[in-house]
């Protein structure tokens, strides 16, 4: 069984993940802190979400400060991801993958993978970008076929 657990700030991770639940009718899991603060260097999460039912999770979350949100990343370190695979994705503002999407998602997988699970897809989602709707879209297709 699939799933899809996003950590989302401004809402643009939770409109990616909307759009895919939109394609294919998987529960939407969110990761919630405490206090949604991305300066906190150690965040209380209120609502971290158990996947011992699912065999298959896509990851979402912001980029903060060229690096993986501080709130997704607590979340990362605290769940058992043995024997499941994972595609994970990222959106952001900046310019270029390369000035803090793809850097996040190495963390992200590194962390991941520590902890147990399968990387499979990743995918940066850069906001401002003129073909963002076209990177959605590509998304979508590889991680609901």
Do not use: C
């Amino acid at each position: 069984m699939k799933s899809i657990v996003i950590y989302s700030k401004t809402g643009n991770t939770l409109h990616v993940a909307k759009r895919l639940i939109q394609k294919e009718n998987i529960p939407l899991l969110q990761v919630v802190p405490e206090v949604d603060d991305p300066n906190l260097a150690h965040p209380v999460l209120k609502d971290r979400p158990q996947l011992y039912a699912f065999d298959h999770v896509i990851i979402g979350s912001p980029v903060h400060g060229f690096s993986l949100a501080k709130v997704m990343q607590v979340y990362l370190m605290q769940t058992d991801f043995t024997g499941k695979t994972i595609d994970l994705f990222v959106t952001h503002f900046f310019p270029f993958a390369w000035m803090g999407g793809n850097r996040t998602l190495s963390q992200m997988k590194s962390m991941i993978e520590a902890q147990g699970g399968r990387v499979r897809f990743m995918t940066s989602i850069n906001w401002k970008n003129r073909n963002r709707e076209n990177d959605i879209e590509n998304l979508i297709l590889r991680y609901t076929a």
